[in-house]
């Protein structure tokens, strides 16, 4: 059995360090990674709007971080964090923060996101809203309400959706008022790896998990299915910058994210290999960064064409 983790410096319950330890700034960047390839296709298709791109980059990090502090809450509530979890420590669960405060902090987040939208609804009009809800409501039902998507394997699903195609097209359409080809092909990257991400994270709580009722793809189908789609999805995120540089007539630029690919491969086969437990926290850290420095030369190399 784990002991409880205890805060890092002289950091009490309820304190701003705690805070920021439950925001969990590392899952930030695949928030932030979508926004700015979003951005990146409407300055290449010459409509970059930097006042609603940095509104919609607001956005994103508060539902972001409204979504962690649910999943913080209701993964407590549910029994799916407590003393024998691997992953890092969550906060409510080490008594670090009370759940009635998480609450009202998911509930802060959520109503700041909502004061972005305000702005891009100026900007874009009316379909910011319905936007804006579906993803917060999502956020909260990823691990919340009578149905959580997390718990009935449609997590993987939501990530892959809001992560990538909502998030990458919501950035685009707010600057455009429309949403080209362009931008549907760009959020299959921003999407792959998010949801790689959380692959990662199943395949190293299947036990625990599993114990409280939590059936993910990685529970319900196994860890073969879960490597599996781990490099699936990986591989989709590769396949699309050499798409568009095949097929679509993007110049060479396109192909920058390939120098990222000795960490995708190196990423892919330490998964096949079967690592477990909390040797897993590496490699989700590392996804992490492969999702983030992706999307900054995918966001760079969009720049060299105006896309089909």
Known sequence: ????????????????????LAMRLPTLTAAAAPVLVGAAVAAALHAFAPGPALAALAGALLIQIGTNFANDLFDYEKGADNAQRLGPARAVQQGWIKPAAMKRG??????LAM????????????????????????????????YPLGYNGLGDLFVFAFFGFVAV?????????????LAIIASV????????????????DR????????????????RTFAIAEYTTLVAAAYATPAFLYVASGFP??????????????????????GETGAALNVILKRTAILLFVFGVLFAAGLQGGSGP
Do not use: H
């Not at 998911?106 to 109503?111: D, E, G, H, N, Q």
């Not at 990257?189 to 190293?204: D, H, Y």
């Open 106 to 111: 998911m509930i802060v987040a959520f109503a």
């Open 252 to 273: 060479l630029p396109v192909l920058l994210p390939f120098v990222t690919l000795p960490l995708g491969i190196a990423l892919v086969m330490r998964v096949v290999r």
């Open 169 to 181: 097209c919501g950035t685009v359409f707010v600057q455009m008022g429309a949403v080209p080809p």
């Open 189 to 204: 990257p921003m999407g792959a790896l998010s949801t790689a991400i959380l692959v990662v994270n199943n395949l190293r």
């Open 207 to 222: 036990d625990t998990d599993s114990a409280a009722g939590k059936r993910t793809l990685a529970v319900r189908f196994g």
């Open 1 to 20: 059995m784990q002991k409880a983790a205890t805060l890092p410096e002289t950091s009490t319950p309820g304190s701003v360090r705690a805070w920021i």
């Open 115 to 146: 004061i972005a939208g305000v702005y891009l609804v100026t900007a874009a009009g009316w379909p910011v809203i319905a936007i804006g809800l579906v993803s917060i409501a999502s956020g909260i039902a990823y691990t919340g309400g009578p």
